[in-house]
């Protein structure tokens, strides 16, 4: 069974930092590229980093261009998204999802909740 | 950047009836490459429909995915109460992946 879990989530204040993980089992984690996905309160769904099966080709939304850093661990089937000089505008549920370009995201973890405000 | 464009906002319908949800985008979508999410309050979304007009494993097949090139629809041939949600379609064709804005369905 596939299963997605994000942890490092909370509350935080502007310019702070965080580090998200996604601890994933039951596919071949290396063989998948792996995507963050992000909602704000009451609003749709954006994409914001990806990350190929090798680590070796990323993606970040204009958005988080700079400030986030995607990343994986294959040996430890867990994938990462640490986020600096975070702003209001990033208080979001942040998703992981399997999959990327050419291959449909069909499995997402719960999602964890990321709160900025001072 | 493909945009895609989900319409109508909302669709207020009644258990038993039919709903049609459209997905415009702006360019062809790759390979057909366009999948069809739901989801329900405080969930993650699930995965419905992808490659336009596959259903997903454990989908009920009252749900049937539809289209090419830039127009593409989800249809729910007989609502059931646990339908009522947002709807989300995504492309991931081509770079960057994107959704639409949902269209919410609910009771009428």
């Known amino acids: 069974?596939?299963?997605?879990?994000?942890?490092?989530?909370?509350?935080?204040?502007?310019?702070?930092?965080?580090?998200?993980?996604?601890?994933?089992s039951g596919f071949t984690f290396s063989?998948?590229?792996m995507s963050w996905v992000r909602q704000a309160p009451g609003k749709g769904l954006e994409r914001v980093s990806a990350i190929s099966g090798s680590g070796g080709t990323t993606y970040y939304a204009d958005s988080v261009k700079g400030r986030f850093t995607i990343s994986r661990d294959?040996?430890?089937?867990?994938?990462?998204?640490?986020?600096?000089?975070?702003?209001?505008?990033?208080?979001?549920?942040?998703?992981?999802?399997?999959?990327?370009?050419?291959?449909?995201?069909?499995?997402?973890?719960?999602?964890?909740?990321?709160?900025?405000?001072? | 950047e493909i945009v895609l464009t989900q319409s109508p906002g909302t669709l207020s319908l009644s258990p038993g009836e039919r709903a049609t949800l459209s997905c415009r985008a702006s360019q062809s979508v790759s390979s057909s490459y366009l999948a069809w999410y739901q989801q329900k309050p405080g969930q993650a979304p699930r995965l419905l429909s992808y490659g336009a007009s596959s259903r997903a494993t454990g989908i009920p097949d009252r749900f049937s995915g539809s289209g090419s090139g830039t127009d593409f629809t989800l249809t729910i041939s007989r609502l059931e109460p646990e339908d009522f949600a947002v709807y989300y379609c995504q492309q991931y064709g081509s770079s960057p992946i994107t959704f639409g804005q949902g269209t919410r369905l609910e009771i009428k």
């Open chain 1, 1 to 24: 069974e596939v299963q997605l879990v994000e942890s490092g989530g909370g509350l935080v204040q502007p310019g702070g930092s965080l580090r998200l993980s996604c601890a994933a």
């Open chain 1, 31 to 33: 063989s998948y590229a």
């Open chain 1, 74 to 118: 294959n040996s430890k089937n867990t994938l990462y998204l640490q986020m600096n000089s975070l702003r209001a505008e990033d208080t979001a549920v942040y998703y992981c999802a399997k999959g990327g370009v050419g291959v449909v995201s069909d499995y997402w973890g719960q999602g964890i909740l990321v709160t900025v405000t001072s």
